[in-house]
């Protein structure tokens, strides 16, 4: 139905969001869909960290 696209169309359009240095998101399996609106994958994820705590919501 193409509602995915659209949600990520409008969120990286959003003139608010606009001059942003950086935008970055977590996803399993739709970098196809991500990389047509020009997300690449992290060139120094060296620079990332995180608090990772998969199972916070299972119990």
């Known amino acids: 139905m193409g509602l995915s696209k ?3 169309e ?3 359009k959003h003139p608010e969001l606009q001059g942003l240095r950086r935008m970055v ?3 399993k ?3 196809g869909l991500y990389s047509q609106y ?3 994958s992290i ?3 060296e620079m ?3 608090i990772w705590q ?3 919501y299972s119990d």
């Open 38 to 40: 020009g997300f690449k």
């Open 6 to 8: 659209w949600l990520v």
């Open 25 to 27: 998101l977590a996803t």
């Open 43 to 45: 060139e120094n994820p």
């Open 54 to 56: 998969p199972n916070i």
């Open 10 to 12: 409008i969120i990286v």
């Open 48 to 50: 990332l960290m995180q």
């Open 29 to 31: 399996d739709a970098h």
